[in-house]
Nanobody, 123 residues
């Protein structure tokens, strides 16, 4: 599975960004695609995850209600809509895939990773 993340940028607090993760190769319904983030000096943190089929969405408590993960069938991507952004959301965001289909928040369970995309939220 090859992953390509895009959509990061600079936004003011309270603003919105939409990240996209394009997946190619062995994609199938049970594949789990997750978004993680890592801020400087901090550990990699789970953000959200969903099955490639579009079912079974999971969210970190810190983003629940503000972020929405979804499957875009037209673009064949997993998107992360981020609303009401806060400065503490600033990080490099990565998408990852787990073909084992384990819906987990643990980053080292995911076998495939895309390159990161920077999200910066100014106060």
């Amino acid at each position: 599975v090859q992953l390509q993340a895009s959509g990061g940028g600079l936004v003011q607090a309270g603003g919105s960004l939409r990240l996209s993760c394009a997946a190619s190769g062995r994609t199938f319904g049970m594949l789990i695609v997750g978004w993680f983030r890592q801020a400087p000096g901090k550990e990699r943190e789970f953000v959200a995850a969903i099955r490639w089929s579009g079912a079974l969405a999971l969210y970190a408590d810190s983003v629940n209600g503000r972020f929405t993960i979804s499957r875009d069938n037209a673009k064949n991507t997993i998107d992360l809509q981020m609303n009401s952004l806060k400065p503490e959301d600033t990080a490099v965001y990565y998408c990852a895939a787990d073909p084992k289909g384990i819906a987990t928040t643990t980053w080292n369970v995911y076998d495939y990773w895309g390159q990161g995309t920077q999200v910066t939220v100014s106060s």
